[in-house]
């Protein structure tokens, strides 16, 4: 067991997240199967346990940097850090949430970690969670962090950092014991609150950092059915948005509130975290691009996550689905596209690839025994295969499809059918993905040397499978040229992806040029989004 300190130093601090980490770890499938609300998608215990480990890994990096030095760090950089860590990791509503919890306190606590400014950190933590959540609702987490902040504020004065803990530990285990009298939801399933239980998991870890111990707990067990009327109805698959969209925000405080307006009126679960220019946006809409769109006009977002209930959403203690297709996108367009065809997809910005824990946590959601991988850039090789190898190490079949692009990916989901084996289906994926050519316009940057002769700062490059095989002066005559090529050898369909700002009027036009052209050939057209490219073409 941890020393007793009295104050809560840096190394407290970790220890904090080491356990908190080891312990979500522990409990985290048990809260997933208990998640009923606000949505029933069984991925609480989940969200909390990658939000803690992105805050561990920022207190690990602030140790790293004082390693070479042999010293210690600063209490107030491990505090920070470590809600900064859960800021730009938080997923989920609940995530979210305790983001803002320990920002909360890591306000306070940079100042003193000593009993009595725990007590302060706590009730700052609660209160500035119930601010971030546009609508907040008792017998939740927020309940839980309000008793715990109490119970801790009644712990007699004088009482050690032990003591206190002790105490608002105590509080949130008897709060969150009534959360099913509190919540009809949660009542009728027979189940606590999961983020409730999350955060009394994470207020027993920070109590025996403290060198208090815990006493037992155990998370209750989901209902084998979960009710799909009342409140649950009213989040559930049937009857509640369509996504889940997360995104982290550069922005200044008066563009935000803004964003919190527009956002409420679009959908639900709003909970916005963070300050200092940088938030964390989570919010459930049935228009995902309307969502990022409106943190498009707040300032810069990135890092968007765009999950599709329909598809994602399991009932708890519901087994997984047989196959799933997990596919990176390089636009919110085709993120809702690939949703709506059934793929858990994962969101690509300009100059800001995915991680493999981005991708491994995509097939964790996906929740299938069977996982069809499309990274759709040839530079996310490696970090596909990596995800895939970690994803096989959990129990789960991967088979990582080969996808350069995205119109790749959309011809490889366009053939996918579940109901066959998983080889031939794989199969089947990659034959259409080959059989795809690919291209995207670009406009040239700087002036440089290229396959197709010298470029200037300006010009409109076509790119056919990766390498620049065409110049020129404007974006509809480059992509004429560029069709011409492409269709030169062959084929049956063209797929065009609109980016944000390309008018429609480019896709009537590129569609006459096929028609007038080339004899029997079919033109798709898809808007793209918020994409790097103005514009991409495949050919099938």
Aim: proline letters at 5%.
């Amino acid at each position: 067991m941890p020393q007793s300190p009295d104050v809560l130093d840096a190394v407290a601090v970790r220890t904090w997240c080491s356990l908190a980490l080891e312990a979500l770890g522990r409990e985290r499938a048990a809260i997933d199967a208990i998640n009923v609300y606000p949505v029933a998608d069984g991925d609480t215990g989940t969200n909390l346990y990658l939000t803690v480990e992105s805050a561990a890994a920022a207190v690990e990096a602030v140790f790293a940097a004082h390693e070479t030095g042999s010293t210690v760090p600063d209490p107030a950089d491990a505090v920070r850090a470590m809600a900064h860590g859960a800021l730009i990791g938080a997923r989920g509503n609940s995530g979210t949430i305790l983001a803002q919890l320990l920002r909360g306190m890591a306000g306070v606590l940079a100042e003193s970690g000593d009993a009595s400014h725990l007590r302060t950190a706590l009730t700052e933590a609660a209160a500035a969670a119930r601010l971030a959540v546009a609508h907040p609702v008792e017998g939740t987490v927020l309940t839980v962090a309000t008793a715990a902040a109490e119970a801790a504020g009644s712990a007699p004065d004088g009482a050690r950092l032990r003591d206190v803990l002790d105490a608002a530990y105590e509080g949130a285990r008897t709060a969150l014991a009534a959360t099913p009298g509190q919540l009809a939801v949660l009542g009728r399933a027979g189940v606590v609150d999961a983020g409730g239980q999350g955060l009394v998991t994470v207020l027993g870890a920070l109590l025996e950092a403290a060198g208090g111990r815990p006493r037992e707990r155990a998370v209750p067990a989901a209902p084998d059915v979960l009710p799909l009327t009342g409140d649950c109805a009213e989040a559930g698959p049937e009857g509640g948005p369509a996504f889940e969209v997360i995104y982290l925000l550069e922005a200044q405080d008066e563009a935000v509130a803004r964003l919190r307006s527009r956002l409420d009126a679009l959908g639900d679960s709003l909970v916005v975290v963070g300050g200092d220019g940088l938030w964390n946006v989570h919010v459930h809409v049935d228009d995902a691009g309307a969502a990022v769109e409106a943190g498009v006009e707040a300032g810069r977002p990135y890092r968007i996550r765009i999950t599709h209930f329909a598809a994602d959403r399991v009932r708890a203690g519901k087994d997984p689905v047989q196959r799933a297709v997990v596919a990176v996108v390089p636009g919110d367009g085709l993120s809702e596209l690939c949703a709506e065809a059934g793929a858990t997809t994962v969101l690509a910005r300009p100059g800001e690839p995915p991680a493999s824990g981005e991708l491994v946590d995509a097939i964790r959601r996906a929740h299938a025994r069977e996982v069809v991988l499309l990274p759709n850039d040839a530079q996310l090789r490696h970090t596909a295969a990596a995800a895939a190898e970690q994803a096989r190490a959990e129990g789960v079949r991967v088979a990582l499809v080969p996808t350069r692009a995205a119109v790749q990916g959309i011809a490889a989901l366009a053939v996918h059918e579940p109901g066959r084996s998983f080889d031939e289906d794989v199969v089947a994926m990659t034959a259409a993905a080959g059989a795809t050519r690919y291209a995207e316009l670009a406009v040239a940057e700087r002036q440089s040397w290229t396959m197709a002769g010298i470029c200037q700062a300006g010009d409109i490059l076509g790119l056919i499978d990766g390498d620049v095989a065409v110049i020129g002066a404007d974006v509809p005559g480059t992509a004429r040229t560029v069709l011409d090529r492409m269709l030169s050898a062959g084929g049956e369909l063209v797929t065009l992806i609109l980016g944000q700002d390309v008018p429609d009027a480019l896709a009537d036009e590129l569609g006459e040029h096929v028609r007038e052209g080339y004899l029997a050939v079919d033109t798709v057209v898809y808007r793209g989004g918020h994409q790097a490219a103005p514009l991409l073409i495949g050919v099938e």
